[in-house]
Nanobody
């Protein structure tokens, strides 16, 4: 089973920046699409951004222009650079991956997930 490992969450003031990282094991050579989801307390888990191996990228409207997803294929890593953070960005952020090349995948189509990392934006 593939386990993803996230890091980079923490407490930040509104307007600040954080960069999340997520590493997939070397054995996960079949991974194509990687994504970041987030879940705030009492809310559903929503897509933040995803990217296929072919660089097709998709962002939630609420983060466009502030967040950037990128990948280092040599390190099997996906990043989420988050700038101009707002209190409403506070959530647990999850990394996930799928062997399907499609930036329109739904949540239940990602077969591999990380444990989540908390991002807390103070006003």
């Amino acid at each position: 089973q593939v386990h993803l490992v996230e890091s980079g969450g923490g407490l930040v003031q509104a307007g600040g920046s954080l960069r999340l990282s997520c590493v997939a094991p070397k054995s996960a050579f079949s991974i194509d699409t990687m994504a970041w989801y987030r879940q705030a307390p009492g809310k559903q888990r929503d897509l933040v951004a995803n990217q296929t191996r072919g660089r097709s990228t998709n962002y939630a409207d609420s983060v466009k222009g502030r967040f950037t997803i990128s990948r280092d294929y040599g390190k099997n890593t996906v990043y989420l650079q988050m700038n101009s953070l707002k209190p409403e960005d506070t959530a647990v952020y999850y990394c996930c991956a799928a062997s399907i090349a499609d930036s329109g995948l739904g949540l239940d189509q990602y077969g591999y997930w990380g444990q989540g990392t908390l991002v807390d934006v103070a006003s």
